[in-house]
């Protein structure tokens, strides 16, 4: 009778992990392909390519940046969800992700069972912002001509459940008014649209719109977080300009596919962490109102379940439809 060699349960584990520490020693050795579901320029474009910019120095290898925009993001999400699970295929995307699950039907993805949270990178503080010709110059005054005249103003949005749609979507609803969105495709050409009058209004991550707002193109009415920001402290906030317990403070992070080994995992997350340290990158994304934010893997890839369910509750609140 032939003999078969049988491996312990507690070497076989003992192997897989030194194989894979072995793996993510030797990664990356080859370009790894970035894919940002957005047009270059804004906020996620932004913190994409400065925080790669790091890690392909520190790494010694490429990491390409592929922008795929439309359709708030879920169009450049597509690829990345099939793509093999092996750290060479990642994805830079918005609080959007999750949104999308349920304003899009059919999506041929799971926003979380189909992805692993590599690093949340920065959080992003939003602002309503105004066309000059339209006027109001506070909340409240916003709100009350979006009564007096419901459907007449227009708002822009990157796109249908983007994280700036559902921001103003919850807006609308703790408010009561009626106006009418017009999606674009992306931050840029949304604030695009509101800086020329095409559309009235927008809520905006506030680093798209900081050098309109310094050139008086577009008038701020109040930001999303919960304590007024540094860069703009005349600026109050929504919760206390009258909509109490609004807030709504997006995140910008990477992902990767489901099934990507844990070492691979932790070496990128490190080299995150790294990155957001560096004096350099910081300055670059304070200066566009990003709050650089380092979460590891593990803690992410919760929160993304979490958040999931929040935001389930939130799109049912604010009676977005499905697409």
């Known amino acids: 009778m032939a003999s078969y060699l049988r491996i312990p349960c507690a070497l076989f584990v003992v192997l897989s992990v030194i194989a894979g520490t072995a793996m993510a020693q030797k990664y990356p050795a080859k370009p790894v392909r970035v894919v940002i579901p957005w047009p270059g320029g804004g906020s996620n474009d932004i913190v994409g390519r400065v925080v790669f910019d790091v890690v392909s120095q520190s790494l010694g290898e490429r990491f390409v940046i592929d922008n795929r925009p439309g359709a708030a993001g879920s169009i450049g999400t597509v690829p990345v969800a099939k793509a093999p699970p092996d750290g060479y295929t990642l994805m830079v995307q918005s609080t959007t992700h999750l949104v999308n699950a349920y304003v899009y039907k059919d999506l ?3 926003v979380v069972r189909d992805f692993v949270g590599v690093s949340m990178l920065a ?3 939003g602002v309503l912002v105004v066309h000059p010709s339209l006027p109001v110059k506070t909340v409240k005054e916003f709100v009350a001509l979006a009564k007096a005249r419901p459907n007449e103003i227009l708002y822009s949005s990157p796109g249908n459940g983007s ?4 921001s103003m979507a919850l807006f609308i609803s703790m408010t009561g008014i009626k106006i009418v969105h017009v999606p674009y495709k992306g931050g840029p050409p949304s604030v695009g649209a509101a800086t020329s009058g095409e559309t009235q209004a927008t809520i905006a991550t ?3 719109v900081v050098s309109q707002i310094k050139a008086k ?5 109040g930001v999303t977080t919960l304590k007024r920001l540094a860069q703009f402290p005349d600026v109050p906030t929504i919760s206390e300009s009258g909509v109490r317990g609004y807030e ?4 910008i992070g990477v992902f990767a596919p489901a099934g990507t080994p844990k070492p691979i995992l932790d070496r990128l997350s490190a080299e995150f962490k790294k990155a957001l340290d560096k004096p350099e990158v910081q300055k670059v994304l304070t200066a566009q109102v990003l709050d650089p934010l380092h979460m590891p893997w593990g803690e992410f890839t919760a929160l993304l379940k979490k958040e999931y ?5 939130i ?9």
């Open 309 to 313: 369910e929040e935001y389930g509750r």
């Open 123 to 125: 959080s992003q503080p």
């Open 315 to 323: 799109v049912k609140l604010a009676g977005m439809k499905v697409e």
């Open 206 to 208: 506030v680093g798209t």
């Open 108 to 110: 041929p993805y799971h």
């Open 163 to 166: 994280a700036p749609h559902l």
């Open 248 to 251: 709504r403070s997006p995140w």
């Open 217 to 221: 193109r577009l008038r701020p009415v």
